[in-house]
T-cell receptor
Framework: GAVVSQHPSWVICKSGTSVKIECRSL??????MFWYRQFPKQSLMLMAT?????????EQGVEKDKFLINHASLTLSTLTVTSAHPEDSSFYIC????????????FGDGTRLSIL | ELKVEQNPLFLSMQEGKNYTIYCNYS?????LYWYRQDPGKSLESLFV?????AVKQEGRLMASLDTKARLSTLHITAAVHDLSATYFC???????????FGKGTSLLVTP
């Protein structure tokens, strides 16, 4: 079963709206979670690393004031896209490192964000 | 900067044929991952390769890792339509770090 739950799976909203995406680890604690963005027919690009109890680490070129990340607890990280515009339309995927080094990361099911 | 390069980026192959996807990466790492992505879906883990010479097989797919050459391969044997998807390789610097993905190989298997 899924160990990382991501909601919502699909969002359509008007330009200027703020959208919150949640990523939960269901049966383990995640002090770190990762947020990726994937544009159509492209690869996944890391946006930021979410750290429980401290500020997120953003990749170069990602606006921290636009993409707000909060790691509220050991099982929940949220990404809020503030004042979204059509160019923010993308597929957002979160992941959490596995409990064991030899296991792959746990990915959420992704959120398809469409800004009209 | 850790770079991951895949080739080919697009691959159309007939059912029953064999082919190999290549993944090169730019820095020392003993850990390489292969994922499958279907349209509109998230990633499905296929293989985790953790050491030089590692080889793993699952059905018609076989992955290998050569850390000295910084090269991994994903070999497809006797392709079937159900294998049509996008395949990504990824590398992390250290365990628990974020992944650096290749651009992906879009595979289409035709009758």
């Amino acid at each position: 079963g899924a160990v990382v739950s991501q909601h919502p799976s699909w969002v359509i909203c008007k330009s200027g709206t703020s959208v919150k995406i949640e990523c939960r680890s269901l049966d383990f604690q995640a002090t770190t979670m990762f947020w990726y963005r994937q544009f159509p027919k492209q690869s996944l690009m890391l946006m930021a690393t979410s750290n429980e109890g401290s500020k997120a680490t953003y990749e170069q070129g990602v606006e921290k004031d636009k993409f707000l990340i909060n790691h509220a607890s050991l099982t929940l990280s949220t990404l809020t896209v503030t004042s979204a515009h059509p160019e923010d339309s993308s597929f957002y995927i979160c992941s959490a490192p596995a409990e064991q080094d030899f296991q792959p990361q746990h990915f959420g099911d992704g959120t398809r964000l469409s800004i009209l | 900067e850790l770079k991951v390069e895949q080739n080919p980026l697009f691959l159309s192959m007939q059912e029953g044929k064999n082919y190999t996807i290549y993944c090169n990466y730019s820095t020392t790492s003993d850990r390489l991952y292969w994922y499958r992505q279907d349209p509109g879906k998230s990633l499905e883990s296929l293989f985790v390769l953790l050491s030089n010479g590692a080889v793993k097989q699952e059905g018609r797919l076989m992955a290998s890792l050569d850390t000295k050459a910084r090269l991994s391969t994903l070999h497809i044997t006797a392709a079937v339509h159900d294998l049509s998807a996008t395949y990504f390789c990824a590398v992390d610097r250290l365990a628990g770090y974020a992944l650096n993905f290749g651009k992906g190989t879009s595979l289409l298997v035709t009758p």
